[in-house]
């Protein structure tokens, strides 16, 4: 059992006040001056026969510390996870740029990191318990909803061979606080998070990481943009090596055909340091572009 809201136990420090209260307070005595000894004599039966009535305080007490416990507990939002129940499970799949490599090493298949993260979030959905439901997000520059609380296994493996990799960087800050957002206010109770990053393991809080990155090849582009006027491509980009110095190569597509005559671009990167990268491109030759 896990708690949304564990802030709202702090209403319990209200208990030990109540109990304080109970024991210094003012005991008064009611007395009555009856009128007959026959209302007299009814007054003395009456409270042997409701023996209550001498602990009445003390359950008007004890009813007032349950009530503020009900209340703390209710206002916490207890997530309940039963042994051998259905999951709510939400999938965070990265679709940036640098998930179009395709490692070297232990890759037989010769699959990329993005069907790498496809193949194991397939894998995941299919080992889960019958009933659960699949919540699967896209994250590119911002995160996307491709599908929400699917029960059909089939139709949320459709949803996902939908999904493609891009050209564009990734916004992992706001993806983990989405997956976040999901496990305490959306009752997801697994959440995974398929991507070739480095994250530490601080921010990972309630998500299980698929790491799709390898060891022999490890690079990430975390941010990308450009503008286009007069016939000039301006393309900034940061990237990021996560395993050693190297200098990546890289060419820019445009119309489908790569700029320069087909060369390709270089940039010499620091492990482990996100590197600038500016580039102005003369593409007036290519015509109307779609870049």
């Known amino acids: 059992m896990s708690f ?38 009814s007054r003395k039966f009456l ?23 009900c209340m703390s507990f209710a206002l916490a939002s207890p997530t309940f996870t039963l042994k051998g129940k259905a999951d709510n499970i939400v ?12 490692p070297q090493e232990d890759n037989e298949k010769g699959l990329s990191r993005f069907e790498q993260g496809v193949e194991e979030i ?21 995160p996307e909803f491709v599908c929400t609380k699917v029960s059909s296994l089939d139709q949320f493996n ?22 976040q957002k999901m496990y305490t206010e959306e009752g997801a109770n697994l959440c995974y998070l398929a991507t ?17 990155s390898s060891s022999d090849i490890n690079y990430a582009i975390p941010s990308l943009s450009y503008t286009y ?3 000039k491509l301006s393309f900034n980009a940061q990237f990021i090596s996560y395993e050693s110095d190297q200098q990546i190569r890289f060419y ?18 620091k492990k482990g340091e996100a590197t600038p990268y500016e580039k102005e491109l003369d593409i007036s030759e290519m015509g109307d572009v779609d870049i």
């Open 252 to 269: 820019i597509y445009v119309n489908e055909k790569p700029v320069s005559g087909g060369g390709y671009f270089t940039c010499d990167l």
């Open 47 to 69: 409270k042997r026969k409701n023996p209550i009535s001498r602990i009445e305080h003390l359950i008007n007490l004890i009813v007032q510390i349950v009530c503020i416990f």
């Open 158 to 179: 459709l949803y996902l061979d939908s999904v493609k990799a891009s050209s564009a960087a990734s916004d992992l800050s706001s993806a983990i606080a989405l997956a």
């Open 91 to 102: 999938f965070v799949l990265d679709t940036s740029a640098s998930m179009n490599l395709i």
């Open 122 to 142: 397939r894998k995941i959905a299919s080992d889960a318990k019958r009933g659960s439901l699949f919540t699967l997000v896209s994250l590119s520059d911002t």
């Open 4 to 41: 949304a809201n564990p802030w709202a136990f702090l209403a319990l420090l209200a208990i030990p006040l109540l109990i304080i209260i109970y024991i210094i307070k003012n005991k008064y005595r009611e007395d009555t001056d009856p009128s007959t000894y026959l209302w007299e004599l």
């Open 196 to 212: 070739d990053q480095k994250i530490e393991e601080n921010r990972l809080e309630n998500i299980s990481l698929i790491d799709v």
């Open 229 to 231: 006027g007069g016939g």
